[in-house]
């Protein structure tokens, strides 16, 4: 059977996490060979450039975005550097978590996704920031890769209300900026390359919506 990448996007506290685990427990149970994994910006050369940059002020920390600038001159100069750094942890963990492992026979679930790394470069820190947007080649080349192969692509989405009470749930990222949400929510439904499928989960129980992508996906990929 060939392998298949299924990516799951959506705005913060929609509950990707929670699908993922439900699926790949699912899989496992059929005795599918998966693995899952998590793309998107700020990884941990560009973590740690941003954490020298808190110790000499060209930073701040804060809770909802990670870390907003202070110096925006700074931050301006090594916005392409952070970029780079970025480059080189997603194409690494790329690599070992979703390139080998697909060869290997295994299906990967992705969380988040490379698209979310575009928005964060093209749209998020630029909107939230004030920077140049920035479209690094090589996420295209990896997006380009992905549509080469068998691939699923679900996008869940809730109300802001339901989405804020969901949030107040779990014990990290829950007061998020609503501009930053309203921006993924806006970019999420623009978006369709290939094998999309959107799923708006207001009202539904997790149980539910983990039948209904079950069901949704049976028709791209023979998993389930």
């Known amino acids: 059977m060939t392998p298949s990448i299924i990516s799951f996007m959506g705005p913060v506290g929609v509950g990707k996490s929670t699908q993922i685990k439900l699926l790949?427990?699912?899989?496992?149970?059929?005795?599918?060979?998966?693995?899952?994994t998590f793309i998107k910006s700020n990884h941990i050369f560009a973590h740690i450039t941003r954490r020298l940059l808190i110790l000499v002020g060209a930073y701040e920390n804060q809770d909802d975005l990670g870390v907003i600038c202070i110096n925006k001159r700074i931050v301006e100069r090594l916005y392409p550097v952070l970029i780079l750094l970025d480059a080189v942890s997603i194409t690494i963990k790329f690599f070992f978590t979703v390139y080998?492992?697909?060869?290997?026979?295994?299906?990967?679930?992705?969380?988040?996704?490379?698209?979310?790394?575009?928005?964060?470069?093209?749209?998020?820190?630029p909107k939230i920031r004030g920077l140049k947007p920035k479209t690094?080649?090589?996420?295209?080349?990896?997006?380009n890769w992905i549509l080469k192969q068998k691939h699923v692509n679900i996008i869940l989405?809730?109300?802001?209300?339901?989405?804020?009470?969901?949030?107040?749930?779990?014990n990290y990222r829950q007061n998020e900026s609503p501009e930053y949400v309203d921006l993924q929510k806006k970019w999420l439904k623009q978006l369709n390359y290939g094998n999309t499928i959107f799923l708006e989960t207001t009202n539904l129980p997790i149980i539910q919506v983990h039948e209904v992508i079950v069901?949704?996906?049976?028709?791209?990929?023979?998993?389930?």
């Open 215 to 224: 069901a949704a996906i049976e028709k791209y990929a023979d998993l389930v």
């Open 136 to 143: 690094p080649p090589f996420l295209l080349r990896l997006i």
């Open 24 to 36: 790949q427990d699912r899989l496992k149970s059929k005795k599918v060979k998966t693995v899952k």
């Open 100 to 125: 080998i492992p697909f060869h290997m026979g295994f299906n990967v679930l992705i969380e988040e996704g490379l698209m979310m790394s575009l928005f964060t470069y093209t749209l998020a820190n």
């Open 157 to 170: 989405d809730a109300e802001s209300k339901e989405l804020i009470l969901r949030r107040k749930n779990r």
